[in-house]
Each structure stands twice: as C-alpha cells, then as structure tokens.
C-alpha cells in the first residue's frame, strides 16, 4: 500500500488525472483525492500557520 501511495504521488506530480491514477494502481479516483489530501498536509506541516508569526513586537 505504502507503495502504490508514492508511486501515486510521483505520477501525480508528472500531471496524471486522478481517473487514470486510479485505474493505473488499482484503487478508486476517492482515494487518489485523499491520498493527494495527506501529501499535502505533510508538506504544508513544516510551515508557519500564519505569515506574520515572525514578526512580533519585541521590547
């Protein structure tokens, strides 16, 4: 499973549609848009919730 999820993720980032996604690895076009929805949270995870975190007034 952990496979086809990468492999998804690697396709996808080539430019796959979802449908052709889900009948190249087997799975249903759902789970390709939740697979894709965890990718992203992992990668926006690393990132300040908000733009101006830095710059807080410091006496």
Do not use: C, F
């Amino acid at each position: 499973m952990a496979e086809k999820y990468i492999q998804t993720h690697k396709d996808y980032l080539k430019v796959m549609k979802y449908k052709d996604l889900a009948e190249k690895y087997g799975v249903s076009v759902n789970t390709i848009k939740s697979w894709k929805q965890l990718t992203h949270l992992k990668t926006t995870s690393n990132k300040k919730s908000h733009p101006d975190a830095t710059s807080i007034n410091r006496k």
